[in-house]
């Protein structure tokens, strides 16, 4: 009896542990890929997933998106430079069917393609433009890496290339070619400096003589109307002045030169002319003196001796 419960026991904890092994909880990032009785059947998951004990065989296949470290490379330009590479290599399954029946194992299969890869595409660029354009790099190593995971249903997202060592001598003639570079541009840098300033001494006097000029222009023009205001002021002044003041004013004038004892008088050709109205106002007023103190005399007493003469 007792043997009956301990072979009935283990029958019942044999049938439990295939029960439970059968059902299987897969994650939103996993995926499992069953076959049957050794034939491809389908993918299942995520959420619970049943099997058939002894029938069914599951693989698990992960979804998330890996890196694979590939280690330092030496590979040879394409001018015959030795350099050293190491890089990253960023893939997310998209098939977990073809993942799983194609490539037996992804990350070595993914690290010698990548090498050889790698070795290829660096063999067809020159040194400096294998140290200067890591991103045309990134995205050759990249595509040509997918073509050939694409069949093992793997996307390659990424490459980055974390380091490039060249040679010991070509960094010293690096360093060498980078500190004349920089003496370079310093020396054109200076020599920029210096004549940005001498056209801003230049185009600071031009602006100054400009300015002086347009000050002395408004300076003279600001004269000469002055000169002419007090012109037509002097013009204004001597229209209003009638010929009895001008002669008196010369004759004012004579007197003041007679004062001096070694005076010297010179007689302009017009003192004749200013003395004309001048003789004929004595004139006038000589005339109308004479007709006021003579006796009336009849006219043929002023006619007769004239006529007697005659």
Known sequence: MIVDIVIWAVVLVVILSTLLSSIKVVREYQRLVVFRL????????????????????????????IYLEIPRQTCITQDNAPIDIDFLIYSRVIDPALSVVQVNNFAGASQGI??????????????????????????????????????????VTSVEIREIVPPREIQDAMNRQMSAERNRRAMVTESEGKRQSTILVAEGDKQSRILRAEGERQSAILQAEGYAAALERVFGSASKVDEKTMVLQYLDAMKEIGAS??????????????????????ERATGDAAAAGAPDVPPEARTGPRATAG
Do not use: Q
């Not at 990548?114 to 990249?142: S, Y």
């Not at 010179?266 to 200013?274: A, G, V």
């Open 114 to 155: 990548a090498t050889t890869t790698l070795r290829a595409v660096i063999g067809d660029i020159p040194l400096d433009d294998v140290l200067a354009k890591r991103e045309d790099i990134n995205r050759v190593l990249r595509s040509k890496l997918d073509e050939v995971t694409e069949r093992w249903g793997v996307k």
């Open 261 to 282: 004892p070694s005076a010297k008088y010179l007689f302009p050709m017009e003192l004749m002319e200013f003395l004309k109205p001048l003789r004929r106002y004595a």
């Open 38 to 65: 050794g034939r491809l059947l389908k993918t299942k998951g995520p959420g619970l997933v049943f099997l058939i004990p002894i029938v069914d065989r599951a693989v698990w296949a992960d979804l998330r998106e």
